[in-house]
């Protein structure tokens, strides 16, 4: 039964025409990228610094409706907010990010709109008293492997500590992941 199933679809002049035409809009790298960025909420890097903070003692809530942009997570107690951002989506200018050659007018308008909105949200933030801290995505992937584990200790020191806004990275100048803060009430 199975098989006669199988071969059904996979003769199926509907589903052929589908994948023809999703091949004809964008690259298999781009279209690898967008999937494992849909919805931009719960992606696997957002789910390593979840897990990695609980596992550390940290309670937070998600994704909170009542701010700008629902941040990925939000510490109340430390008044901190930890935004874990795509390195593709938001336009990282690191190794993990391409300007996809499909279509660039898309991209571009696309990219730039998400770069905009970031800046907008992050000055909201600044503005009503929260700490934040962005996470990009190299910080824990990519080659060399990055040390998650030291990432997110760093991640903790942050969230003690008394900075206001920072940012966690790969540091391509030294192969290794960097913390930058524009507060002087961190130093690591
Ligand atoms: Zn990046």
């Not at 696997?44 to 700008?68: I, Q, T």
């Amino acid at each position: 039964m199975l098989i006669s199933w199988r071969l059904e679809i996979t003769t199926c002049p509907l589903i052929f025409q589908v994948k023809i035409a999703m091949t004809d809009v964008v690259s298999p790298a781009v279209r690898s990228k967008m999937m494992s960025g849909i919805g931009g909420k719960n992606t696997k890097p957002e789910m390593l610094v979840r897990k990695a903070l609980f596992r550390r003692g940290f309670r937070y809530r998600l994704h909170d409706k009542r701010y700008p942009g629902r941040p990925d997570i939000v510490l109340p107690r430390y008044k901190a907010f930890i935004l874990v951002h795509g390195c593709f989506w938001h336009g990282h200018g690191c190794h993990l990010f391409k300007w996809p050659s499909t279509r660039p007018e898309f991209w571009t308008e696309k990219i730039t709109r998400n770069r905009e909105r970031d800046a907008e949200q992050l000055a909201k933030h600044l503005a009503n008293g929260f700490r934040v801290l962005t996470i990009w995505e190299c910080a824990l992937k990519g080659r060399p492997e990055p040390e998650q584990e030291q990432v997110f200790d760093m991640i903790v020191d942050w969230v003690k500590s008394g900075a206001k806004n920072s940012s966690i990275a790969a540091d391509p100048t030294h192969l290794g992941i960097a913390l930058k803060s524009d507060s002087e009430h961190y130093k690591r």
